[in-house]
């Protein structure tokens, strides 16, 4: 009798230990979003809260989908041979801004959220990309590579005649080791007054008129600060990156330009690199990360949990095996099953054979002693 008790207690011990580490790998405050065998990175939230669109290469090149907030009821919006990226919504959430092309040619279209209708904006022959669209809706920045230098530049989108205008001069020049592959879009004020983006070397914040000129830096001069978006409040949150010979992470600060007040943290030693979205309270965080082995986009509640999670380095992850393209599943070998839910299963069922067994041995004593 004390034999079968014994063997209950352990199987049921065993099958609540899987269960709780299960439950709890299950309960990370990070909510992935996306789960396929491609690429899926640049993700950008609706006006409202409630759409999140973001490019994948699921079908070949790169093209634009839409999610709920949630990550449920995913539909593709662009197709065909070009490849598309970098969506930004327009601030009544009915078009998305993308750069579509090839690695010579890049230019700017807007796509109708609704019915899909492709419009282009820019004819520059050069390479334009990450566009970004003004509080009022309408005007759309975007940085444009020509000839060895970048810059940022501004049209009118809905205005077949509006010839674009150069805001800056020489923002990035190849000359000067500079990097011209623009790597986040430029942000808007929200009085439209102002433009925030990262120098030429993605070392320090600037603040340019909307209408152009000279930039004025807003992060510490010794650091490796980029990624600057502009909150509703007028506040401004921007990444610094850290990179150690065998670790690197980021932090994230707020800033408001117009207070002088020194920076806050909002995030540090986050293991992601960025860039990020954030909700207008600056409550949710959006980003791309290949932690589960290919590029999966994933949210974050800000709060102490989501935070602390964002701190905790994933498992390292091979860049070798890191699906960059779909690719077709093969048939896996015979192995160990990779999740937890097999053995909650076989723990499960033998918890109940020992129950079974035990009342069956009990039932056959009692007989006996009858």
């Given at each position: 009798m004390i034999r079968h008790g014994l063997f209950r207690a352990v199987y049921v011990a065993a099958f609540l230990a899987v269960a709780t580490t299960y439950v709890s790998a299950a309960a990370t405050p990070i909510r992935q979003l996306t789960n396929t065998q491609a690429s899926n990175i640049r993700p950008a939230w609706s006006p409202d809260g409630k759409r999140i669109a973001f490019q994948s290469n699921r079908d070949g090149p790169y093209h634009i989908y839409v999610m709920d907030a949630d990550g449920s009821n995913g539909r593709q919006l662009t197709s065909?041979?070009?490849?598309?990226?970098?969506?930004?919504?327009?601030?009544?959430?009915k078009l998305i801004a993308i750069d579509s092309g090839d690695q010579v040619t890049r230019e700017i279209y807007v796509v109708d959220a609704s019915s899909r209708q492709r419009t282009q904006i820019t004819r520059l022959g050069g390479i334009a990309s990450f566009p970004s669209w003004s509080p009022d809706g309408k005007q759309l920045s975007f940085y444009l590579y020509q000839a060895g230098a970048m810059d940022l530049w501004a049209t009118t989108p809905g205005d077949s005649n509006a010839i674009p205008a150069r805001l800056t001069r020489n923002l990035a020049n190849e000359q000067n080791n500079q990097c011209t592959f623009a790597c986040h879009s430029a942000s808007w004020s929200p009085n439209g007054s102002t433009i925030a983006l990262s120098d030429g070397d993605s070392?320090?914040?600037?603040?340019?008129?909307?209408?152009?000129?000279?930039?004025?830096?807003?992060?510490?001069?010794?650091?490796?600060?980029h990624f600057p978006i502009y909150l509703p409040d007028g506040r401004i949150v921007y990444v610094t990156e850290h990179v150690s010979q065998d670790q690197s992470w980021t932090d994230l600060?707020?800033?408001?330009?117009?207070?002088?007040?020194?920076?806050?943290?909002?995030?540090?030693?986050?293991?992601?690199?960025?860039?990020?979205?954030?909700?207008?309270?600056?409550?949710?965080?959006?980003?791309a990360s290949p932690r589960t082995g290919n590029f999966e986009i994933y949210a974050v509640t800000l709060d102490a949990d989501g935070k602390a999670a964002l701190a905790t380095r994933p498992e390292r992850i091979?860049?070798?095996?890191?699906?960059q393209v779909p690719a077709q599943k093969s048939a896996a070998p015979f192995g160990l099953p990779s999740n937890a839910e097999p053995y909650l299963l076989a723990f499960g069922v033998l918890a109940l054979l020992t129950?079974?067994?035990?009342?069956?041995?009990?039932?056959?004593?009692?007989?006996?002693?009858?």
């Open positions: 065909g041979d070009a490849d598309d990226r970098h969506p930004a919504w327009s601030p009544d959430g070392a320090r914040v600037l603040l340019i008129a909307a209408s152009g000129g000279a930039g004025s830096p807003i992060s510490p001069a010794d650091e490796r600060s600060w707020t800033v408001d330009p117009a207070s002088g007040d020194q920076r806050a943290e909002l995030a540090t030693k986050v293991q992601a690199q960025g860039p990020f979205e954030f909700s207008a309270d600056a409550r949710q965080l959006l980003f091979n860049p070798d095996t890191v699906s129950v079974g067994v035990e009342s069956v041995v009990r039932a056959r004593r009692r007989r006996a002693k009858s």
